[in-house]
């Protein structure tokens, strides 16, 4: 090869280089945008969504009330007359100053008691299950003598009332890791029949349950043409397979027969993944909903955000549906 025609070969190499960087630039740059699109979309999104975790949502008198776990003061509470666009209560549902503990409030669940007039808050505080009251779904709720129901630990406090009215208080023990038991109430919902204490399910050691820890945890139940239902959540929080299952019971006392159906939520979409510790309830049309958290994204589990789904149950079994699951939003005006 000439010095001539080097030059000329040199020309070309250095066009062709040029191109190719030009190319990949232009081909980076557009996955650079579609990647900051996406990440502003779901900024945008996350920025609206509900900051609740193990939520709860109580219909009463036309109006949905969303509490959940999110903050070390006490508890906070969502109103919706829609289940889509929430706006959240400036003052507080309850304070830390009119509870037992300081710290760790988590999982609250607001009933109503019609003979008495009042609502019950049963939530957890420093691992105790306690128990509070108020004339309002909004609160403020305080609990008159401050002392959990129990003195040994627990959590994920639930209530039940079966047709003979006898009321049932589901929480987990940590008897051999998280496990899931039952108690009569008196009938002022406040005290607990310790000779009641029954175990109703622990965690398997292998299958959906076990990916980490010995968990189950979260329990709602509810009856369904005599049959009993304890929708549960397994696996520690913090796993991304933190999923949903349920069992059966022709007693509210068990003995509990884990559904071959489980899990019926767990990682149901792509970039949801941490799903559980929810509460089934019923829309003001009677149709049956399951409330639940999510982790934040993929990598991130917290702040975590309430989402709900449809929920059926057809022949002796529960079913979520995960394509009607939705993010419910704030209101911020």
């Avoid at 009569?184 to 398997?204: F, G, N, Y």
Wanted: with cysteine; glycine share 8%; net charge negative.
């Amino acid at each position: 090869m000439n010095k001539k025609q080097n030059n000329i070969y040199c020309l070309l190499l250095s066009g062709l280089l040029l191109l190719s960087c030009h190319n990949n630039q232009n081909s980076a740059n557009g996955q650079g945008n579609k990647e900051n699109i996406y990440s502003v979309a779901k900024e945008e999104e996350m920025l609206n969504a509900i900051p609740l975790a193990d939520p709860f949502i109580l219909y009463h008198d036309h109006v949905y009330y969303a509490y959940g776990t999110s903050s070390d003061k006490g508890f906070e509470v969502f109103l919706s007359d829609d289940l889509h666009e929430w706006k959240k209560h400036p003052e507080m549902l309850l304070k830390k100053e009119d509870s037992f503990g300081g710290k760790w409030f988590w999982a609250p669940e607001v009933y109503y008691n019609e003979a008495k007039g009042k609502f019950y808050l049963f939530y957890s505080a420093e691992e105790h299950i306690c128990v509070a009251t108020s004339n309002s779904p909004l609160g403020p709720f305080r609990q008159e003598i401050k002392k959990p129901m129990l003195a040994e630990k627990g959590i994920d406090s639930s209530l039940f009332i079966d047709d003979d009215g006898t009321p049932y208080l589901y929480f987990v023990r940590f008897t051999n890791g998280n496990v899931i038991w039952v108690a009569e109430l008196e009938d002022d919902w406040e005290t607990i029949k310790e000779e009641t204490l029954t175990m109703c399910i622990e965690a398997s050691t292998e299958g959906w349950e076990a990916t980490l820890g010995r968990v189950t945890e979260g329990a709602s139940v509810l009856k369904r043409d005599g049959l009993y239902y304890m929708l549960y959540s397994g696996n520690d929080f913090r796993s991304s397979d933190y999923g949903v299952g349920y069992a059966t019971s022709s007693s509210p006392r068990g003995p509990w027969q884990k559904s071959d159906k489980n899990p019926i939520l767990q990682n149901p979409q792509k970039g949801l993944t941490g799903t559980g510790h929810g509460a089934y309830f019923q829309d003001q049309e009677g149709a049956y909903k399951y409330v639940f958290h999510a982790h934040h994204d993929t990598t991130t589990v917290h702040p975590r955000f309430m989402h709900i789904a449809n929920l059926s149950i057809e022949d002796k079994a529960i079913t979520i549906d995960e394509n009607s699951i939705w993010s419910p939003k704030t209101n911020k005006e």
